[in-house]
């Protein structure tokens, strides 16, 4: 309120004004993003099939439900999985593609381009075009392998508990390249070239200069990406679902597919929001210091 | 959107009043929501509403059809696709549609333990007295009406009558020598030669479940019986037994021997299903669409295939079937109108116009002319019984369990004593829970 | 290229590596990092080439008559070339409709989602707001939460409000689901915006509104076009609520059209992969005119600290 004193008279009264400027914002945010989350809390205490006009409140019996139900093990541990890899691999090799694209020339936009396609790819699209990657007889995975004299590798990635998740996780990584990548990317481009070149003349090599310049340099940008990256890693379904359906058997399962499993399928509206709940909670807790960080800062 | 209306929330004091009526209400919305979760459909005014997933082909005729209704009866109905869907994911459609007051007046949905929970939680209609008006009865397959009766009542029309067996590429058999089997064991014969000349016997895929849960299910009937295949599907008998072993030890056979696609388990149904067509592998076990959907637009001649009932080695040869009908939902604002347009759908002129394969309707055989090996089914069908085929014998929940039983035993996971014991703990937690 | 010939007048046998003397290295390390360059140039190349190929894939697949990909199988090169898929799967996805629908939420719920994010932005970052932090929390804490858990309340709710299967009553879930990112991103810019400037004006007698109009939107335009893309990009592709929300024909969007290839029991891939190009080469070309204000957008994020 210290910049009151500077307004004119006759506006709306200072704490108003920037109430006016984030309501319209919050008044969809809580209408259509809390509101309905909240009332998904509601759901999950209840016994609702999704279907019927009657339910009854069932306490907490969904949520203990989940401990006995051996899927919900398997879908926990695949989600930890699937963040660690879809983590782990696209902020490495975002950030190697946006060190060697770095440069200026002529190749660089391009190339950029390239990897940065598949980001913009829809869903369903992916999930077809990886089918016919991993097709076991004469997908271009186990073709190319056979052509270059390793047979012996052909797999139904998609067919068996152990390869299964893995190949689901190669899509992922592709798609998800891309944005650490521009993140990396834009960060590069705003450490000081005179850095590097003091380093030069002290004779420093390029791999000298990567870990002592530009991978400190990009500690803010290692931050993000990590942060957005786990989040989004816990909202795993889309291509889980296209692509392996949870299965073979329920090796595939991740707590989104099997949330959806029980409140689309099974008509289990409640168990299932009930397992949504959890992996809300859980997500939430892992945002929480980077929220709280970007909070601070500012 | 303006601040003037929102002074409340710049009070200091007011944010935990917010709050704690953002936390309290909920619960009441919820339950009011869902009180009325079964909303009423649109007027009759904007005409009905038929929600089905045919494919683009299908729905073009099938409005072609409608129009000429409208013309006719001034009935107007809108037809809503889910194309692709499937019955993995088309009851969810249904169910959200429902849900969210956008009921459509008529639907299409399969039979068995995928339409009931529709019919459970009182979303449709009693067709009784449209069964008797328009005598549907009579003319209707008896298999087909069965598959639509619910709990005793009619609470759906039937609209096709699906028969399982085998579609084969006759050249690949001929040429490996394999003539076409009339027991398992030369079935097995038939796996052997067809393998030796090269190719891969059955196109099955496994992913979803339901696919490869066609080479079981026979195998069970093999094994099994009639008598103990249907008693095993309702759980009046133990799954833990001999005969079930034996099914399972065969599954895991043919996965061994090679006589199923390699990796089938990765294999979208697609995909398995037209690979005799295109000369990949000697057959696949599926239904009278095959002929339409990929036979027909492959160009290849038509003597190159071939289809036939399964033999099971028992005094009744039965096979695998499953109905699709037609379900009127029962907020719809014009019941009588909605039972027009199913008559109309089942009046045989129309079940040809519309190029259906495997038409409920009695007098609506397959085109001996236009789908030759369909029409073969009529005759088939004449000697051989339906028994309900699996997934739609358990509920989703259930019938996933028991396909990830299966899956396992393809990968060597679970022995066939295991995955006996599985399916009985599976079955019975059902059985114990209704 | 200059630089390699430059040092070669010794016919030098490789150039022994880490040379520390002064004036001979210089040369040799030239030439060095010169290969170096084509080396990585070629690797890079090689790499987008592999990364690339399920594209080329793709594309393959759209321009060969389904009975070829069919009797050939996914990976082989084709007998014949077509163009015909196109129209078919033009007309097939009823792509027609459902590129009309689609642009209409990228003219429509893109600019207002952003624009009322930046709102929301500004006043968390530049204007006093009460209970600034907390709500900041609160909407960035939103991108947390899967969208599947909102459906059915979801439903419920616009159906009361009779919105649902429409493309308006798709926005306000849209535009919801999109902000915390896009709040995240605006208030991080925004505070970089130099507080002099805006004081300056404030004494010069301009007003929030009209400072936030005059000076932080145009200050921004690289941020607020970066995130318009990111937004873009999503809502071309959201399949989830549409296909819960949007149910008859007139209403389907791109992703949705896409679906309609796939019939109950069979797949016209070549059709599909036809409808993919389709619907992805408006959005991949918008991408490449504009991922220069992207890169801007976030390297001025990034530098201004």
Not at chain 1, 53 to 70: E, H, I, K, W
Not at chain 2, 373 to 391: F, G, K, N, P
Not at chain 3, 83 to 110: I, M
Not at chain 3, 127 to 134: C, K, S, T, V, W
């Amino acid at each position: 309120m210290t910049t009151s004193t500077l307004r004119p008279p006759g506006r709306l009264r200072p704490s108003l004004l920037p109430l006016a400027f984030a309501a319209p914002a919050l008044l969809l945010y809580l209408g259509f993003l809390v509101w309905p989350a909240l009332q998904a809390l509601w759901i999950s205490l209840t016994d609702w099939d999704g279907l019927s006009d009657t339910q009854s409140f069932v306490g907490l019996a969904n949520y203990r439900a989940m401990l006995d139900d051996p899927v919900v093990g398997i879908a926990a541990w695949n989600n930890v999985l699937w963040s660690l890899v879809t983590i782990a691999l696209p902020m490495a090799l975002g950030l190697l593609f946006a060190v060697v694209l770095n440069r200026k020339s002529r190749t660089s936009p391009i190339l950029r381009t390239i990897f940065y396609a598949p980001a913009v790819l829809p869903l369903v699209s992916i999930a077809s075009i990886w089918a016919w990657m991993y097709d076991p007889s004469d997908g271009a995975i186990n073709t190319v392998l056979g052509a270059v004299g390793l047979s012996g590798f052909e797999q139904s990635w998609l067919g068996q508990d152990s390869t299964a998740l893995w190949s689901v996780m190669v899509p992922a990584v592709w798609v998800r390249t891309g944005f650490p990548m521009l993140l990396y990317l834009a960060a590069l481009q705003s450490i000081p070239d005179e850095l590097y070149e003091a380093a030069s003349v002290d004779g420093a090599t390029r791999w000298q200069q990567f870990t002592r310049i530009t991978f400190p340099s990009l500690r803010d940008t290692h931050y993000i990406v990590l942060a957005l990256s786990l989040i989004e890693s816990f909202k795993v379904f889309d291509l889980v679902y296209a692509m392996t359906y949870g299965g073979p058997g329920y090796s595939t399962q991740v707590m989104g597919t099997w949330m959806y499993a029980n409140v689309f399928q099974y008509f289990e509206a409640g168990y299932g929001t009930a397992i949504a709940v959890v992996i809300t909670i859980v997500a939430i807790a892992a945002g929480i210091p980077y929220v709280r960080s970007q909070v601070k800062s500012s | 959107m303006d601040a003037t209306r929102h002074p409340d929330l710049s009070g200091h004091g007011s944010r935990r009043r917010f709050l704690t009526g953002a936390l309290a209400l909920p619960g009441a919305a919820a339950l009011s929501s869902c009180a009325s979760g079964i909303g009423t459909s649109s007027a009759a005014t904007d005409g009905l509403t038929l929600l089905n997933y045919d494919d683009i082909d299908s729905a073009t005729l099938l409005r072609e059809q409608l129009a000429e209704l409208e013309t006719d009866t001034g009935v107007r109905t809108t037809l809503d696709t889910v194309p692709g869907s499937g019955a993995a994911q088309f009851p969810d459609k249904l169910r959200t549609r429902i849900l969210g007051g956008n009921a459509p007046d008529l639907w299409q949905i399969w039979g068995g333990q995928i339409g009931q929970p529709f019919v459970d939680a009182g979303l449709t209609m009693d067709l009784a007295p449209y069964y008797e008006s328009y005598v549907w009865e009579e003319r209707l397959g008896a298999a087909g009406i069965d598959g639509m009766t619910f709990h005793g009542a009619r609470h759906g029309a039937p609209l096709n009558v699906a028969s399982l067996g085998a579609w084969c590429n006759a050249r690949i058999f001929e040429e490996a020598g394999a003539a076409v089997p009339t027991t398992y064991d030369e079935l097995e014969e038939a796996n052997e030669l067809i393998l030796a000349s090269g190719i891969t016997p059955g196109g099955f895929g496994g992913k979803y479940g339901w696919h490869i849960m066609r080479l079981y299910e026979y195998l069970l009937e093999v094994t099994a019986g009639p008598e103990l295949h249907d008693a095993l599907l309702v759980g009046e008998e133990s799954w833990d037994q001999q005969a079930v072993m034996e099914s399972f030890d065969l599954f895991q056979a043919w996965n061994a021997r090679g006589w199923i696609t390699p990796g089938a388990l990765g294999v979208a149904p697609p995909d398995a299903e037209q690979s005799f067509v295109q000369g990949t592998s000697a057959f696949t076990i599926s239904g009278p669409w095959i002929e339409s959907q990929y036979i027909v637009p492959s160009g290849k001649p038509r003597e190159e295939f071939g289809t036939f009932l399964l033999p099971t080695g028992h005094e009744a040869v039965r096979h695998s079937g499953f109905v699709e009908g037609l379900m009127i939902s029962s907020t719809s604002g014009a019941p009588d109108d909605a039972a027009a347009v199913i008559d109309h759908i089942l009046q045989p002129e129309v079940q040809r116009e519309l190029q259906n394969s495997q038409s409920a309707v009695l007098a609506a055989p397959p085109d001996p002319d236009e789908f030759p090996l369909s029409a073969q089914w009529t005759q088939i069908r004449e000697e051989s019984e339906i028994y309900t085929i699996q997934d739609q014998a358990f509920p989703k929940a259930v019938a996933d369990s028991y396909f990830a039983v299966q899956s396992k035993v393809l990968q060597g996971n679970l022995s066939s004593a295991e995955a006996a014991r599985d399916m009985q703990q599976i079955v019975k937690d059902w059985t114990d829970q209704r | 290229m200059t630089a390699q010939t430059a040092g070669s007048p010794v016919p030098a046998a490789p150039v022994p590596s880490r040379a520390p003397g002064e004036g001979r290295a210089r040369p040799a390390r030239d030439s060095r990092r010169s290969l170096a360059r084509i080396g990585t140039t070629l690797g890079a190349s090689i790499g987008a080439l592999i990364w690339i190929s399920p594209l080329i894939l793709l594309v393959i697949s759209a321009v060969r008559p389904l009975s070829d990909f069919l009797s050939n199988g996914p990976v082989s090169w084709p007998q014949e070339l077509t163009l015909a898929n196109f129209p078919e799967a033009w007309e097939a996805g009823r792509f027609g409709t459902a590129y009309l629908n689609s642009a209409f939420l990228l003219l429509v719920k893109v600019p207002l989602g952003v624009f009322v994010a930046s709102l929301l932005a500004y006043a968390l970052s530049k204007l006093e707001m009460p209970f600034r932090n907390a709500i900041l929390f609160t909407v960035v804490l939103g991108m947390t939460i899967p969208i599947y858990i909102a459906i059915v309340p979801l439903f419920t709710m616009l159906r009361g409000v009779g919105m649902t299967d429409s493309i308006l009553g798709i926005i306000p879930p849209y535009v919801a689901f999109g902000l915390p990112l896009q709040v995240l991103i605006l208030q991080a810019f925004f505070r970089r915006v130099p507080d002099e400037l805006l004081e300056a004006a404030r004494i010069d007698g301009a007003g929030d509104v009209r400072i936030f109009f005059r000076m932080v939107l145009p200050l921004s335009v690289p941020a607020l076009v970066t995130v318009a893309i990111l937004d873009g990009v999503a809502t071309w592709n959201e399949l989830f609520l549409a296909l819960s929300l949007l149910s008859s024909e007139e209403n389907q969007t791109i992703p949705l059209g896409l679906l309609n290839f796939q019939g109950q029991f069979a797949t016209n891939y070549t059709g599909l992969a036809a409808g993919i190009l389709i619907a992805v080469v408006p959005i991949l070309v918008l991408y490449m005119l504009l991922q220069k204000y992207i890169v801007g957008g976030l390297t001025a994020g990034a530098t201004k600290g």
